[in-house]
């Protein structure tokens, strides 16, 4: 028995089907019927969503919030993967099972940090349904269930063969894609004791270039010198005081940084279409941004079925599949999709491979050394050491490739012994990823090739194949996640109450998780300076639990439910937790019924935060020898205001579990038959939150011991270097370890309402409404309490997403005879480009320009003329609404055509001057997407036989 209809797991396998259908039924739904609330999306809304991905589907649900994790965001540290954020608590707040099981996570983090399961990766046509449970559940699944629980429930039973063909793209240009499976099964476990089903899939996406959209509207300018007064002009290929020496692809130049300024004296132009200095500083050079607003992706799936009836109401029930995905990402912020660019400065070394970043001296060059050509180099007429500006034409396309094999296997045993019904189940998964980073570059080899007093390296392309194996290595990285659970537990009627069956369960959990990600092998060897960003994981997790539940119908109008779980982690027992809830669901009558949850949650802090790991990116400015970066001071060295410096995350023992307190209550009103709708509040609150510190509370500060020499800052470039006292060398690295800092408390609503309307001969109408509203997001930092709910705040978590008040959808479907026609509207709410926690914790007045400047980038500061030079765009991010429409068409038994599109009246992004997300442009990939994809069909058929 079915003790509890909110243990998606049990539902997925114990409840009757008409209990879950929603939309197209008049059927009470199972959501409505449970203390807490479940959004079910079944099989035909996903055919009638128009989608071929789970992961477009979970990324346009209301409850789809802050920290969700995109394609569209190239920049992430987990690039190519997708992550769910219920509530907008982030992507580790929500838990994703497969069938009821726990999956191997992603073997890369967000943000190095969060553990997630890529849902890209899950096969679109093997989904049965999927439930999206709206509640803290860790009292039923243990850690990282505090803002909810994504149930995808795959198909158990199929017989026959399904073949489906479509493809389409976007109207606008790219993202072309195919995409096919078949589906064949036989048995009938009634009549033949067992079925038995194979899937096939195939998806294939072409990349939609960032070029395609350059000049579509606002969300692509990148000239902010036509805004207010001073912005810079950030088209490629156009200088500006940021970039005094742009890089033009099929063109070279050289350029004396003794003589100042970048100028036509001091500049000589070797190759290309970019001929002059003239030429330019006029923006004559300018060419269309680089890189992929979308990537390209590959995916091949096979899954395999067997159902077994045995002696008695025994079943065994097996599932086996492989998941490949391949991802090519080309990071525009990073200078992918472009040939290398030559190398500037030689920065210091600094390898990244453990709990200490570790200096690594280059045997040949200075390791803070300008790397120039000789003045006698072939083509320098300048007569002094000059420096190569340009990219290389022996180099090759940079971009990263991520290639993943997600192995699963799942047996499920379910009988009875005596009174009690009994499930035991074995999930073994493994995710192994391979990462390669084409297009490193070793900057010592590059430097010493260039300086070569023989044969020195060419410019202009047609160098050794030598020379460009030892300046281009292979800079890979194999990885794997894996995960091992057995579960079993039983279920009885303990004793008749006036509502019904007094209904008992308990069980038992051991779980096993391991994740191996090294750094690429580069920047383990320390071959390339480790500012870049790079994350490394290693580490295993066992978790033993005991779980208990009651549902007891105390009346025919009153149900309690309770639940109780007790986690042990490994040896120590540090995160050890004891996480009870409790639920009512009170109908005084058949139309009416109120509803509500109390319950208590946790997330252990995982292998990344706690293991042998790291996560490294460039630190901030060296504050001893560059006090003032905006304005250094005649001798400041240049490195020494440049981010050279590596800025490690160190995983902390010590760390403590979050933990969450959460409560909704809500009202279920079905009035007449056909209509139902529900009403729920939540709150959640979050503390101990695991929180990433910035360098600026770096506690491990290691300078070189080699004194800072070359280029400094001067009038002409050549004053002698100002070194304060007790400075000596650069910055090296800085380490500062997680800690549990915050609290973060979320408050809102959701409304949910669905109708049925027989038309007669003109056939049934089904409209549905979804709103998510966030009355309040407050994240305490340090004591004081910011107010996040429709900012963009918090800005540190994910790609910086955002976090809009509402998100609402409307469906309207159409169904007679042949013919099912469904059109949903989708709305996004603006907000405020600000994030009061960010600015209000270094100290700063929570203003327009204050964020823009201190956060968004240094396209906004050149702005000189305070608020009064921004257009009131900057400030806000207007609302996005979009319409997708799906056309069915039944032309026999066997044969269904459908069509479908997306963004249909091509709505254009709003402009979001505050996300990094979107790099080159200011559009936010996470909540709008739709939009910079614009318009996008396809068509394709159905053959059931």
């Known amino acids: 028995m079915a003790v509890s209809p909110v243990m998606a797991q049990q539902a997925a396998d114990q409840a009757p089907v008409q209990r879950i259908e929603i939309t197209g039924s008049s059927i009470r739904r199972a959501d409505a019927e449970t203390p807490s609330p479940v959004q079910v999306i079944t099989s035909e809304e996903l055919k009638q969503s128009g989608y071929t991905s789970i992961a477009q589907v979970l990324g346009n649900i209301t409850a789809n919030g802050q920290g969700t994790l995109s394609q569209g965001f190239s920049g992430a540290f987990a690039a190519g993967a997708q992550a769910v954020s219920l509530r907008g608590m982030n992507s580790s707040a929500t838990l994703v099972l497969i069938d009821g099981h726990r999956v191997a996570s992603n073997p890369m983090f967000d943000d190095g940090q969060r553990s997630f399961v890529d849902i890209g990766s899950i096969p679109f046509d093997a989904i049965e349904r999927v439930e999206v449970l709206k509640d803290g559940a860790s009292a039923q699944y243990g850690s990282d269930a505090m803002a909810g629980v994504v149930n995808i429930i795959l198909k158990k039973n199929f017989k026959g063969t399904t073949v489906n063909v479509e493809g389409g793209g976007a109207t606008e240009g790219g993202g072309a894609t195919t995409h096919a499976s078949i589906t064949s099964g036989m048995g009938d476990l009634d009549s033949d004791g067992y079925n038995a089903f194979l899937t096939f899939e195939y998806r294939h996406e072409q990349p939609i270039t960032n070029a395609s959209r350059f000049g579509d509207g606002a969300w692509t300018n990148l000239n902010f010198g036509a805004y207010g007064t001073g912005g810079f002009n950030w088209t490629p290929g156009v200088p500006n005081p940021t970039r005094p020496t742009p890089s033009i692809p099929g063109s070279i130049y050289l350029y004396n940084p003794a003589g100042g300024p970048a100028s036509a004296s001091n500049t000589e132009f070797l190759s290309g279409p970019c001929k002059s200095w003239a030429m330019l500083s006029s923006g004559g050079c300018a060419f269309s941004p680089i890189g992929n607003l979308q990537p390209e992706t590959e995916n091949l799936n096979v899954m395999a079925s067997f159902t077994k009836k045995l002696a008695g109401d025994w079943q065994i029930a097996t599932k086996a599949s492989l998941f490949s995905s391949t991802v090519d990402v080309t990071n525009a912020a990073a200078g992918q999709g472009l040939r290398p660019g030559f190398p500037a400065f030689l920065n210091p070394a600094v390898g990244v491979n453990g709990a200490t970043p570790f200096v690594v001296n280059y045997p040949n060059l200075a390791p803070s050394a300008t790397v120039t050509v000789p003045a006698n180099y072939p083509g320098n007429t300048l007569g002094v050491p000059a420096q190569v500006i340009g990219l290389d034409a022996s180099g090759p396309i940079s971009e990263t490739e991520i290639q993943t094999k997600n192995y699963r296997f799942a047996v499920d045993l379910t009988g009875s012994i005596g009174e009690w019904d009994t499930q035991t189940s074995l999930t073994l998964s493994r995710i192994n990823q391979y990462d390669n980073n084409i297009g490193t570059m070793n900057s010592e080899a590059m430097a010493l090739a260039l300086n070569r007093a023989a044969s020195p390296y060419s410019l202009t392309g047609n160098n050794s194949a030598t020379d460009i194996a030892a300046i281009y290595p ?77 549902a007891a119908p105390v009346t025919k109008a009153l149900e309690l439910d309770a639940h109780a779980r007790y986690d042990h982690f490994g040896l120590s027992g540090q995160n050890n937790s004891f996480t009870p809830s409790a639920g009512f669901k009170w109908a005084p009558s058949p139309v009416v019924a109120l509803r509500g949850t109390l319950a208590t949650g946790f997330r252990a802090p995982n292998v990344a935060e706690t293991g042998k790991s790291g996560l490294t990116f460039a630190g901030g400015n060296d504050t001893m020898l560059c006090p003032n970066p905006g304005s250094p001071a005649p001798g400041t060295p240049v490195l020494s205001c440049l981010p050279t410096a590596v800025f490690q995350t160190g995983s902390n023992s010590h760390l403590n579990p979050e933990k969450s307190d959460s409560a909704t209550l809500g009202v279920i009103l079905e ?45 002409t470039g050549t004053a002698p270097c100002v070194i304060p006292g007790g400075a000596n060398g650069l910055l090296l690295y800085e380490i500062a370890p997680y800690e549990n800092t915050n609290d973060t408390e979320v408050r809102g609503f959701e409304l949910e309402t669905h109708y ?17 509203h966030t009355l309040s997001y407050i994240l305490n930092v340090g004591g004081t309490a910011y107010q996040l709910a429709g900012t963009h705040g918090p800005e540190l978590i994910g790609g910086d997403t955002a976090n809009p008040k509402d998100r609402m959808q409307a469906t309207l479907t159409w169904d007679k005879g042949p013919w099912d026609v469904t059109a949903v509207e989708n709305y996004i709410s603006g907000y ?12 700063l007045p929570n203003d327009c320009a204050t964020n823009l400047q201190t956060y968004s980038g ?14 009131a765009s900057f400030c806000k991010t207007d609302s996005f609404f ?18 479908a599109a997306n963004n249909l009246f091509n709505r254009q992004p709003p402009y979001d001057a505050n996300t990094y997300g979107g790099t080159p442009y200011q559009y936010n990939p996470s909540l709008h997407m739709a939009g910079a994809i614009g318009r996008f069909v396809q068509a394709g058929v159905t053959y059931s036989f």
């Open 756 to 772: 049925k309307w027989k038309l007669g001969e003109f056939g049934t109408l089904y409209t549905g409404f979804d709103w998510s």
């Open 858 to 871: 240094v396209q906004f500061s050149g702005y000189t003329g305070g608020m009064s030079s921004y257009p």
């Open 832 to 843: 405020t480009n600000t994030d009061p926690s960010y600015v209000g914790s270094l100290g």
């Open 671 to 715: 009035p007449i038959k056909g209509w139902s709708s529900t009403f729920d509040v939540y709150d959640i609150k979050v503390k101990n939150q695991i929180y990433t510190p910035p360098p600026s509370v770096a506690n491990t500060l290691v300078r070189s011991s080699v004194p800072v020499s070359g280029l400094c800052y001067g009038a």
């Open 474 to 550: 292979a800079n890979v990285t194999n990885m794997y996640s894996e995960l091992g659970s057995l579960e079993t537990h039983a279920s009885r009627s303990l004793m008749q109450l006036p509502g019904g069956d007094l209904g008992f369960s308990f069980g038992a959990a051991y779980l096993f998780t391991k994740v191996d990600a090294p750094p690429p092998n580069l920047y383990a060897a320390g071959d390339i300076p480790g500012n870049s960003f790079v994350q490394f994981v290693n580490g295993e997790q066992s978790d033993t639990s005991l779980f208990a539940e009651v």
């Open 882 to 899: 979009t319409t997708d429409l799906t056309v069915r068409y039944k032309y026999s038994k066997q044969l269904v055509m459908h069509f």
